[in-house]
Each structure stands twice: as C-alpha cells, then as structure tokens.
C-alpha cells in the first residue's frame, strides 16, 4: 500500500483587525500535495498569487446555528517547496483562520464540499486507491469541533481570536477505498458550518486534481 502520510498538521490565525491580505505563514517546508484550509467570519471570495499554490474550491455557509457566516476554502501544493509563503486574499475585510497539513507521497487532491451543516459530504472517485482521506469543518467562531467523525484521528483545530473570524477543524484516516463519507463533527450544531471530504493520494494515479 502507498498511502500519503500527514507530516505535520500546524493551525494559524489572523491578527484581530479585519483585512483583505492574510500572510498566513513563511519560511515552512511544504511537500507536494500538502493542503492548506482557510476560513473567515464572512461572505467572500478567496484567491493567492504564492507560487505552486492552487485553489481546490470554496464554499459558503450561511451558518444558521450559533456562529455566524462563515466562508472557507481550500488551497493544495502543487510542487516542493524548501522554503514555503503564502499569502491569502480575500474580496472583503475580515479575519482568518487555517491549517496547514503537510503531507509525505501525495501529489493527488480531490474533494466535496456541503454548505450549513456538520457532516462532510461522501466523496466517490473513479476507482480504489490508496487514499489519505481528510475530513474538515469550518464553522462560526462560538463553535468548535470537539471530537472527529467515528474512525478519524488527528483532530486538529483553531479558534479566531474575535467573533469576526472562525473556527477551522479537520481529521484524517487512511482507507483504500472508492468512497468514504465521514460522518459528523461533534461539538458543532447540525446546520453551523461548511464541511468538506477531501482525498489525498499519490500522483502515479494520473488523475487531475479537482472536484471529482
């Protein structure tokens, strides 16, 4: 089996002053395939110019529980990197959360995402494959995932520093398999946030990466 491996899962928050340019981080070593999750505390649209960085997708949600709105997307590495930035820019002023998770022998990143809830949608790719599969939630900044969908491990989470920002938390498995749909975050109300299912795996697959 060739599954990737979670080198190292590191959280990061914004300043407490809204903005529309996030520095999220400089001077890390990111592998290929590593993936970056940012979120905020409003509608917006989310881009970067750091070299070898490419958008996966975002969504939007309108987060009816108790956090707020909540906008998050999803950024992957498309080459090594000794000495990594990157910087996030938004259409509109806020405040940011993200987490970095540096992956070893991935190069492959594909993924789901579901608006105001707290389930990660299934995602089903072509065939069987050797997959890091990534569960993530983005929710308002009062909520928080406290426990990872059944079968996940490495819960890794971040808390924005006002209500102006949000919550970002993710979990991962590593299952061969053609589908996987994790199941809920505890911790977060049914319809609070924006939840995505990403899988992970080595690029001699030969498939594009996207929304599959």
């Known amino acids: 089996m060739t599954f990737p491996s979670v080198v190292a899962a590191t959280t990061y928050q914004s300043a407490t002053s809204d903005a529309t340019t996030w520095a ?56 090594n990197a000794a000495s990594d ?4 820019d938004t259409t509109d002023a806020t405040q940011f959360t993200g987490i970095l998770l540096r992956v070893s022998g991935g190069g492959i990143v594909g993924g789901a995402s ?24 983005c ?3 009062s909520e928080i995932a406290s426990a990872a969908p059944s079968g996940y491990s490495g819960l ?3 808390q924005g520093l006002t209500a102006n920002a949000a919550s ?5 498995r590593s299952v061969s398999a053609s589908s996987q749909n994790p199941g809920a ?3 977060i109300s049914a319809d609070g946030g924006s939840a995505w299912t990403l899988a992970l795996y080595a690029s001699r697959n030969r498939r594009s990466s996207g929304f599959l």
Not at 28 to 50: D, L, M, P, W, Y
Not at 114 to 137: E, F, H, K, M, Y
């Open 114 to 137: 579901q608006a105001d809830t707290d389930n990660p949608p299934n995602l089903a790719l072509s065939g069987t494959r050797d997959v890091l599969w990534v569960a993530l939630i």
């Open 24 to 79: 999220a981080y400089s001077g890390v070593n990111v592998e290929k395939g590593s993936i970056f999750v940012a979120s905020c505390g409003r509608a917006t649209t989310f881009s970067t110019s750091s070299p070898n960085w490419t958008k996966l997708g975002e969504q939007f949600s309108a987060a009816l529980g108790s956090g707020g709105d909540v906008d998050s997307a999803v950024f992957y590495k498309t080459a």
């Open 139 to 141: 929710a308002g900044w």
């Open 185 to 187: 975050f505890s911790g």
């Open 85 to 88: 930035s990157l910087t996030i």
């Open 156 to 158: 890794t989470r971040v």
């Open 168 to 172: 970002t938390s993710l979990a991962y």
